[in-house]
């Protein structure tokens, strides 16, 4: 089996990123890196690497640590409130719909024109009969069954996926 | 309707506490960290991604996510390594976003400008460089990276890497051989 690893292999990276390779080694050891393939190749990449490495953290401009930790309290600050607004927010929109709800119900009771109308309606719809409808529905279904099964899906879907994305956020 | 609004403040107010007690960290340790390891994970960035602008973009968003992780650590190599597995997985997100948009963006176009003032060999020793880095895979820039530039031990690389410990030797083994082609060293026949 092919070796991987060579117990010289941390002298000559110390070499290297003390900057003493190649000229301020023991000979031996530069007879070594000649003999072995794997130490031959540390001292190439390292050597390389630490010279890109030098020349980037020297060219580096990276922004004011002060500033950095004032942006991350501030983002910190609005997610925050962004994360405390959010239940708020639903549960004023609960509120709403129990509100409008209940003003309905007080319109619906106190309303002669809305009771009468109501009547009615109720007076039309006994008089339809259910049998009669049957076929004509059944009728419908078989003839736009692929469209329908399409809404049914996405009644479904919609809100799932609506949930969901919500729940990720 | 004020009692409705008054606690809506505490509320606020309470989560907003809460987002700056969620920093462990104050700000002048802080400070000391970024100032010792800014450069480094910035270089290590830079590398990873090809791109100088967005190496300082997702600094500044590792080290916000470093802040509100509000994790404790054992000792500084442990800090920097939970700060490098941040940057790895930053870096990873948004090479995988790029590959969604478009699939042959070649790495280190941006990496390649060295700037001025360098000797021409030194230049086009770092072009060169740069481009075989550039046709290695990330996790293969990522680990020779650590290794090289950071001297970060094998389970130091595995831990940022997500690897097993126990896979990283042969995999640091075979990037670094195609790093050594890439640049030019031809296989060695001496043995170890």
């Not at chain 1, 020349?55 to 580096?60: L, S, T």
């Not at chain 1, 329908?148 to 996405?154: N, P, S, V």
Request: aromatic residues 6%; positive net charge; proline residues 4%.
């Amino acid at each position: 089996m092919k070796p991987i690893d060579c117990e010289m292999e941390p002298d000559i990276l110390a070499a290297v990123l003390q900057g003493r390779w190649p000229e301020r080694v023991d000979a031996s050891l530069r007879d070594h890196v000649a003999a072995c393939a794997i130490c031959g190749d540390v001292a190439a990449i390292a050597g390389a690497i630490d010279d890109a490495r030098e020349e980037m953290r020297g060219h580096a401009v990276v922004p004011d640590s002060g500033r950095v930790w004032w942006l991350a309290q501030m983002r910190a600050r609005r997610e925050a409130a962004q994360a405390a607004g959010r239940p708020i927010t639903a549960v004023q929109a609960i509120a709403c719909a129990c509100a409008m709800s209940l003003l309905g119900a007080c319109f619906g009771a106190t309303s002669a024109w809305f009771q009468s109308a109501l009547h009615r309606t109720a007076a039309s719809l006994a008089s339809i009969k259910l049998q009669a409808l049957l076929p004509f529905a059944a009728a419908f279904v078989s003839e736009h069954a692929a469209p329908l099964l399409a809404m049914a899906a996405m009644l479904l879907v919609v809100p799932a996926a609506v949930y969901l994305t919500m729940l990720r956020e | 309707m004020f009692r409705e609004t008054a606690i809506n403040d505490i509320q606020r107010d309470k989560a907003l506490d809460d987002s700056c007690a969620g920093f462990v960290m104050d700000e002048e340790t802080f400070r000391a960290f970024y100032e010792r390891t800014a450069r480094g994970l910035w270089a290590y960035l830079a590398r990873l991604t090809g791109d100088r602008q967005l190496a300082e973009d997702l600094l500044q968003e590792t080290f916000y996510r470093f802040l509100r992780a509000a994790a404790t650590y054992d000792n500084e190599t442990h800090r920097r390594n939970s700060l490098y597995r941040i940057a790895t997985n930053l870096a990873r997100d948004v090479r995988r976003r790029s590959l969604a948009r478009a699939a042959s963006d070649p790495v280190g176009d941006d990496i390649e400008r060295v700037p001025s003032g360098q000797d021409a060999a030194a230049t086009e020793r770092m072009t060169d460089f740069t481009r075989a880095m550039a046709r290695l895979k990330p996790r293969e820039r990522a680990m020779l990276w650590l290794a090289y530039a950071e001297g970060a031990s094998h389970r130091e690389i595995a831990d940022v890497l997500g690897l097993r410990p126990t896979s990283l030797k042969p995999m640091l083994f075979r990037a670094r051989r195609k790093l050594a082609e890439l640049l030019g060293r031809a296989p060695h026949g001496g043995k170890p």
